[in-house]
C-alpha cells in the first residue's frame, strides 16, 4: 500500500502526536501527514515541535474541528487525502457523564463526517484506520483481558460514542 497523503485527526494529543513522529521515521512511508486537531484540553501542538525541520515538505497542520463537515472536506480535497488515521474523540469518562452531548457530537457525528469523505473517494482511497478505546468493552473481568470476541458493554456516554 503506498499511502501518499495521510490525514491524522487528533495528531497533537499524546497518543497522535507520537504516531505521527514514528511513521515520519519509518523509511518505509515516504507521503505526508495531514495533522487535524482542534486543540482542546488534550491537544498540544508542542508535542510536534521541530516536525517541520526534520521532514520539511511531509507535514502540514490545520486546526480545525472534524464536525465542521464542510472544512473537512476542503481540507481533504485540497490534499487528495487518500488514507485517514482517526484519533480525535473526546475521550474523559467525567466529563461525557457531565456533557455528553459534546461526545456524541465529537465521537459520532465527526466519525461520520470522515467516513463519509473517504467513502466518497472509492477511486483512489486506501485506508480508514479508527482508533479507540479499550472503555468500550466496560469494565475489566476476572480474566484480566480483553479479545476481539469480547461484548461491547460500554458503561459511560464517552465509551457508547
Given at each position: 500500500?503506498?499511502?501518499?497523503?495521510?490525514?491524522?485527526?487528533?495528531?497533537?494529543?499524546?497518543?497522535?502526536?507520537?504516531?505521527?513522529r514514528?511513521?515520519?521515521?519509518?523509511?518505509?512511508?515516504?507521503?505526508?501527514?495531514?495533522?487535524?486537531?482542534?486543540?482542546?484540553?488534550?491537544?498540544?501542538?508542542?508535542n510536534?515541535?521541530?516536525i517541520?525541520?526534520?521532514?520539511p515538505?511531509?507535514?502540514i497542520?490545520?486546526k480545525?474541528?472534524?464536525?465542521?463537515?464542510e472544512?473537512?472536506?476542503?481540507?481533504?480535497?485540497?490534499?487528495?487525502?487518500?488514507?485517514?488515521?482517526?484519533?480525535?474523540a473526546?475521550?474523559?469518562?467525567?466529563?461525557s457523564?457531565?456533557?455528553?452531548?459534546?461526545?456524541?457530537?465529537?465521537?459520532?457525528?465527526g466519525t461520520?463526517?470522515?467516513?463519509?469523505?473517504?467513502?466518497?473517494?472509492?477511486?483512489?482511497?486506501l485506508?480508514?484506520?479508527?482508533?479507540s478505546?479499550?472503555?468500550?468493552?466496560?469494565?475489566?473481568g476476572?480474566?484480566?483481558?480483553?479479545?476481539e470476541?469480547?461484548?461491547?458493554?460500554?458503561?459511560s456516554?464517552?465509551?457508547?460514542?
Amino acid at each position: 500500500m503506498n499511502i501518499r497523503n495521510l490525514m491524522v485527526t487528533g495528531g497533537c494529543g499524546f497518543i497522535g502526536s507520537n504516531f505521527i513522529r514514528y511513521l515520519l521515521e519509518e523509511k518505509e512511508f515516504t507521503g505526508r501527514i495531514i495533522n487535524v486537531d482542534k486543540l482542546t484540553y488534550a491537544g498540544n501542538p508542542e508535542n510536534l515541535k521541530g516536525i517541520n525541520e526534520h521532514y520539511p515538505g511531509r507535514y502540514i497542520f490545520y486546526k480545525a474541528d472534524i464536525c465542521a463537515a464542510e472544512v473537512i472536506g476542503r481540507i481533504f480535497s485540497d490534499n487528495a487525502v487518500d488514507a485517514v488515521c482517526h484519533f480525535a474523540a473526546e475521550s474523559h469518562v467525567d466529563r461525557s457523564i457531565k456533557r455528553p452531548d459534546s461526545f456524541i457530537h465529537t465521537n459520532i457525528v465527526g466519525t461520520f463526517n470522515l467516513l463519509e469523505l473517504a467513502r466518497a473517494r472509492t477511486d483512489d482511497f486506501l485506508l480508514f484506520h479508527h482508533v479507540s478505546t479499550d472503555e468500550v468493552y466496560g469494565s475489566l473481568g476476572a480474566d484480566g483481558y480483553f479479545t476481539e470476541e469480547t461484548p461491547y458493554r460500554p458503561n459511560s456516554p464517552y465509551s457508547a460514542s
